[in-house]
């Protein structure tokens, strides 16, 4: 066994469920979603760099974990992909030859 699995779902839980769960994921270009969302009293609002797309969400994911994830095992367990479900039928996949 490289890592126990439960190491992995922390890394995940910490880096994206934690912060993206249960928020409004706006692009930081909306400037008037951002302003309405910041006059809501305890509304829980994630600005981002890109549009959240599926695809995006995806990326940045990605762009997150990655080095995460060779924390874990010294660079010995690198990420290859990252799938992010809209619906069971309905997903993006983010993988390392594609993301910068």
């Known amino acids: 066994m490289v ?11 910490s880096a994206i469920v934690d912060v993206w769960d249960h928020a409004f994921l706006v692009y930081r ?10 006059s809501l ?12 797309t599926a695809e995006n969400l995806a990326a940045e994911a990605f762009r997150l974990l990655a080095p995460r994830i060779a924390e874990l095992c010294e660079k010995q367990l690198i990420l290859e992909n990252v799938r992010l479900y809209e619906t069971p039928n309905c997903w993006a996949d983010a993988t390392r030859a594609n993301v910068q």
């Not at 270009?29 to 951002?34: A, F, L, N």
């Not at 009293?41 to 959240?52: F, I, K, Q």
């Open 41 to 52: 009293p305890d509304h829980r609002t994630v600005v981002l760099d890109v549009v959240p």
């Open 3 to 13: 890592l126990d699995f439960s190491e992995i779902k922390a890394v995940l839980r």
């Open 29 to 38: 270009g909306d400037t008037q979603v951002r302003e309405f969302l910041d």
